[in-house]
T-cell receptor, first 114, second 117 residues
Framework: AQSVTQLGSHVSVSEGALVLLRCNYS??????LFWYVQYPNQGLQLLLK??????LVKGINGFEAEFKKSETSFHLTKPSAHMSDAAEYFC????????????FGQGTELSVKP | EAQVTQNPRYLITVTGKKLTVTCSQN?????MSWYRQDPGLGLRQIYY???????DKGDVPEGYKVSRKEKRNFPLILESPSPNQTSLYFC????????????????FGPGTRLTVL
Protein backbone atom coordinates (compact mmCIF):
# COMPACT_ATOMS: atom_id res chain seq x y z
CA ALA A 1 0.00 0.00 0.00
CA GLN A 2 1.04 3.57 -0.56
CA SER A 3 0.52 6.62 1.61
CA VAL A 4 1.65 10.23 1.84
CA THR A 5 2.16 12.40 4.89
CA GLN A 6 2.54 16.15 4.65
CA LEU A 7 3.98 17.65 7.80
CA GLY A 8 2.12 20.80 8.75
CA SER A 9 -1.36 21.64 7.50
CA HIS A 10 -0.51 25.36 7.58
CA VAL A 11 2.83 27.01 6.84
CA SER A 12 3.41 30.75 6.99
CA VAL A 13 6.46 32.52 5.57
CA SER A 14 7.43 36.10 4.90
CA GLU A 15 7.78 37.37 1.36
CA GLY A 16 11.31 36.67 0.17
CA ALA A 17 11.88 33.86 2.68
CA LEU A 18 12.59 30.23 1.90
CA VAL A 19 9.59 28.00 1.32
CA LEU A 20 9.88 24.41 2.58
CA LEU A 21 6.90 22.09 2.41
CA ARG A 22 7.52 18.59 3.70
CA CYS A 23 6.29 15.35 2.15
CA ASN A 24 7.08 11.81 3.23
CA TYR A 25 5.75 8.77 1.46
CA SER A 26 5.37 5.08 2.02
CA UNK A 27 5.45 2.73 -0.92
CA UNK A 28 6.16 -0.97 -1.44
CA UNK A 29 6.92 -0.35 -5.12
CA UNK A 30 9.10 2.27 -6.81
CA UNK A 31 7.23 5.53 -6.32
CA UNK A 32 6.32 8.19 -8.80
CA LEU A 33 5.92 11.47 -6.94
CA PHE A 34 4.06 14.66 -7.72
CA TRP A 35 3.44 18.09 -6.25
CA TYR A 36 0.24 19.90 -7.18
CA VAL A 37 -0.86 23.43 -6.30
CA GLN A 38 -4.44 24.54 -5.78
CA TYR A 39 -5.27 28.24 -5.91
CA PRO A 40 -8.55 29.40 -4.35
CA ASN A 41 -11.60 28.21 -6.28
CA GLN A 42 -9.48 26.46 -8.89
CA GLY A 43 -8.53 22.94 -9.79
CA LEU A 44 -5.15 21.37 -9.15
CA GLN A 45 -2.18 22.29 -11.29
CA LEU A 46 0.97 20.21 -11.58
CA LEU A 47 4.07 21.89 -10.15
CA LEU A 48 6.56 19.10 -10.78
CA LYS A 49 6.96 15.35 -10.82
CA UNK A 50 9.58 12.69 -10.24
CA UNK A 51 9.38 9.51 -12.29
CA UNK A 52 12.91 8.24 -12.91
CA UNK A 53 16.36 9.70 -13.41
CA UNK A 54 17.61 12.87 -11.74
CA UNK A 55 16.45 13.08 -8.17
CA LEU A 56 16.38 16.89 -8.09
CA VAL A 57 13.35 17.99 -10.04
CA LYS A 58 12.64 21.53 -11.13
CA GLY A 59 9.11 22.72 -11.71
CA ILE A 60 7.16 25.79 -12.57
CA ASN A 61 7.21 29.11 -10.71
CA GLY A 62 10.69 28.50 -9.28
CA PHE A 63 9.79 25.43 -7.22
CA GLU A 64 11.92 22.33 -6.96
CA ALA A 65 11.86 19.06 -5.03
CA GLU A 66 14.38 16.36 -4.27
CA PHE A 67 13.57 12.67 -4.16
CA LYS A 68 15.45 11.06 -1.28
CA LYS A 69 14.85 7.34 -1.28
CA SER A 70 16.74 6.71 1.97
CA GLU A 71 14.54 9.22 3.77
CA THR A 72 11.37 8.40 1.80
CA SER A 73 10.92 12.12 1.30
CA PHE A 74 10.03 14.50 -1.51
CA HIS A 75 10.13 17.96 0.06
CA LEU A 76 9.16 21.02 -1.98
CA THR A 77 11.28 24.16 -1.82
CA LYS A 78 11.48 27.64 -3.28
CA PRO A 79 14.30 30.01 -2.40
CA SER A 80 12.22 33.18 -2.21
CA ALA A 81 8.49 33.30 -1.56
CA HIS A 82 6.18 35.60 -3.49
CA MET A 83 2.74 36.74 -2.44
CA SER A 84 1.35 34.88 -5.44
CA ASP A 85 2.60 31.56 -3.98
CA ALA A 86 -0.16 31.60 -1.36
CA ALA A 87 -2.18 28.47 -2.09
CA GLU A 88 -2.71 24.90 -0.96
CA TYR A 89 -0.09 22.36 -1.96
CA PHE A 90 -0.59 18.63 -2.32
CA CYS A 91 2.00 15.91 -2.51
CA UNK A 92 0.92 12.70 -4.27
CA UNK A 93 2.37 9.29 -5.06
CA UNK A 94 1.54 6.52 -7.45
CA UNK A 95 3.19 3.33 -8.63
CA UNK A 96 3.17 0.98 -11.58
CA UNK A 97 0.45 -1.19 -10.02
CA UNK A 98 -1.94 1.58 -9.01
CA UNK A 99 -4.01 1.93 -12.16
CA UNK A 100 -3.16 5.61 -12.43
CA UNK A 101 -4.55 6.39 -8.99
CA UNK A 102 -2.84 9.25 -7.21
CA UNK A 103 -2.59 8.91 -3.44
CA PHE A 104 -2.66 12.42 -2.00
CA GLY A 105 -1.44 13.87 1.23
CA GLN A 106 -3.80 15.98 3.28
CA GLY A 107 -2.44 19.22 1.87
CA THR A 108 -0.45 22.16 3.23
CA GLU A 109 -1.84 25.66 3.08
CA LEU A 110 0.91 28.19 2.44
CA SER A 111 0.45 31.78 3.60
CA VAL A 112 2.87 34.52 2.55
CA LYS A 113 3.15 37.61 4.73
CA PRO A 114 4.19 40.97 3.26
CA GLU B 1 -7.72 25.73 -25.09
CA ALA B 2 -6.91 22.31 -23.69
CA GLN B 3 -8.99 21.80 -20.60
CA VAL B 4 -11.17 19.66 -18.38
CA THR B 5 -14.59 21.14 -17.73
CA GLN B 6 -17.11 20.25 -15.07
CA ASN B 7 -20.72 21.23 -14.62
CA PRO B 8 -22.23 22.44 -12.47
CA ARG B 9 -19.59 24.25 -10.44
CA TYR B 10 -21.85 24.56 -7.44
CA LEU B 11 -24.86 22.46 -6.49
CA ILE B 12 -27.11 22.36 -3.46
CA THR B 13 -29.56 19.47 -3.35
CA VAL B 14 -31.58 17.37 -0.93
CA THR B 15 -31.14 13.82 0.25
CA GLY B 16 -32.31 11.24 -2.25
CA LYS B 17 -32.62 13.45 -5.31
CA LYS B 18 -30.61 11.91 -8.14
CA LEU B 19 -27.99 14.13 -9.71
CA THR B 20 -25.28 14.00 -12.36
CA VAL B 21 -22.07 15.97 -12.48
CA THR B 22 -20.66 16.15 -15.98
CA CYS B 23 -17.00 16.06 -16.93
CA SER B 24 -15.59 16.64 -20.37
CA GLN B 25 -12.05 16.89 -21.74
CA ASN B 26 -10.95 18.13 -25.16
CA UNK B 27 -7.45 16.64 -25.18
CA UNK B 28 -8.30 13.17 -26.56
CA UNK B 29 -7.15 11.63 -23.28
CA UNK B 30 -7.70 7.94 -22.67
CA UNK B 31 -7.67 8.04 -18.86
CA MET B 32 -10.24 9.86 -16.75
CA SER B 33 -10.89 9.82 -13.04
CA TRP B 34 -13.06 11.30 -10.29
CA TYR B 35 -11.77 12.42 -6.90
CA ARG B 36 -13.43 13.94 -3.90
CA GLN B 37 -11.66 16.42 -1.65
CA ASP B 38 -12.48 16.69 2.05
CA PRO B 39 -10.72 18.85 4.66
CA GLY B 40 -7.80 17.09 6.28
CA LEU B 41 -8.09 14.09 3.95
CA GLY B 42 -6.68 15.41 0.70
CA LEU B 43 -8.17 13.93 -2.47
CA ARG B 44 -9.46 10.39 -2.70
CA GLN B 45 -10.25 8.55 -5.90
CA ILE B 46 -13.87 7.53 -6.49
CA TYR B 47 -13.79 5.86 -9.93
CA TYR B 48 -11.53 5.79 -12.92
CA UNK B 49 -11.67 4.83 -16.57
CA UNK B 50 -8.79 3.53 -18.65
CA UNK B 51 -10.69 4.05 -21.90
CA UNK B 52 -14.16 3.99 -23.43
CA UNK B 53 -16.41 1.38 -21.79
CA UNK B 54 -13.69 0.51 -19.22
CA UNK B 55 -14.31 1.73 -15.68
CA ASP B 56 -13.21 0.57 -12.25
CA LYS B 57 -13.61 1.47 -8.60
CA GLY B 58 -11.23 3.70 -6.72
CA ASP B 59 -10.93 3.95 -2.96
CA VAL B 60 -14.35 5.44 -2.13
CA PRO B 61 -16.87 4.25 -4.75
CA GLU B 62 -19.88 3.66 -2.48
CA GLY B 63 -22.88 5.73 -3.48
CA TYR B 64 -21.50 6.71 -6.89
CA LYS B 65 -21.83 5.48 -10.45
CA VAL B 66 -19.97 6.40 -13.61
CA SER B 67 -20.14 5.66 -17.29
CA ARG B 68 -17.75 6.16 -20.20
CA LYS B 69 -19.67 5.92 -23.44
CA GLU B 70 -17.54 8.48 -25.25
CA LYS B 71 -13.86 9.21 -24.91
CA ARG B 72 -14.34 12.87 -23.94
CA ASN B 73 -17.07 12.48 -21.29
CA PHE B 74 -17.06 10.85 -17.87
CA PRO B 75 -20.15 11.77 -15.83
CA LEU B 76 -20.45 11.09 -12.11
CA ILE B 77 -23.88 9.96 -10.98
CA LEU B 78 -25.26 10.05 -7.46
CA GLU B 79 -28.42 7.94 -7.53
CA SER B 80 -29.53 8.81 -4.00
CA PRO B 81 -27.28 11.49 -2.52
CA SER B 82 -26.73 11.62 1.23
CA PRO B 83 -25.24 14.36 3.44
CA ASN B 84 -21.94 12.45 3.75
CA GLN B 85 -21.45 13.02 0.02
CA THR B 86 -21.19 16.76 0.62
CA SER B 87 -17.75 17.47 -0.76
CA LEU B 88 -15.66 19.10 -3.47
CA TYR B 89 -15.40 16.89 -6.54
CA PHE B 90 -12.68 16.93 -9.17
CA CYS B 91 -12.51 15.25 -12.52
CA UNK B 92 -9.09 14.54 -13.98
CA UNK B 93 -7.71 13.16 -17.22
CA UNK B 94 -4.39 12.04 -18.62
CA UNK B 95 -3.15 11.02 -22.00
CA UNK B 96 -2.61 7.32 -21.75
CA UNK B 97 -4.71 4.59 -20.25
CA UNK B 98 -2.03 1.94 -20.25
CA UNK B 99 1.34 1.69 -18.58
CA UNK B 100 2.11 5.32 -19.14
CA UNK B 101 -0.51 6.64 -16.79
CA UNK B 102 1.74 6.41 -13.77
CA UNK B 103 4.07 9.02 -15.21
CA UNK B 104 1.70 11.12 -17.28
CA UNK B 105 0.46 14.38 -15.86
CA UNK B 106 -3.14 14.32 -14.73
CA UNK B 107 -5.09 17.46 -15.63
CA PHE B 108 -7.79 18.52 -13.23
CA GLY B 109 -11.07 20.30 -13.79
CA PRO B 110 -12.08 23.35 -11.73
CA GLY B 111 -14.14 21.35 -9.25
CA THR B 112 -17.80 20.96 -8.32
CA ARG B 113 -18.84 21.91 -4.82
CA LEU B 114 -21.77 19.73 -3.80
CA THR B 115 -23.91 20.23 -0.72
CA VAL B 116 -26.50 17.60 0.18
CA LEU B 117 -29.03 18.74 2.77
Amino acid sequence: AQSVTQLGSHVSVSEGALVLLRCNYSSSVPPYLFWYVQYPNQGLQLLLKYTTGATLVKGINGFEAEFKKSETSFHLTKPSAHMSDAAEYFCAVTGYNQGGKLIFGQGTELSVKP
Amino acid sequence: EAQVTQNPRYLITVTGKKLTVTCSQNMNHEYMSWYRQDPGLGLRQIYYSMNVEVTDKGDVPEGYKVSRKEKRNFPLILESPSPNQTSLYFCASSLRGGGGIRTDTQYFGPGTRLTVL
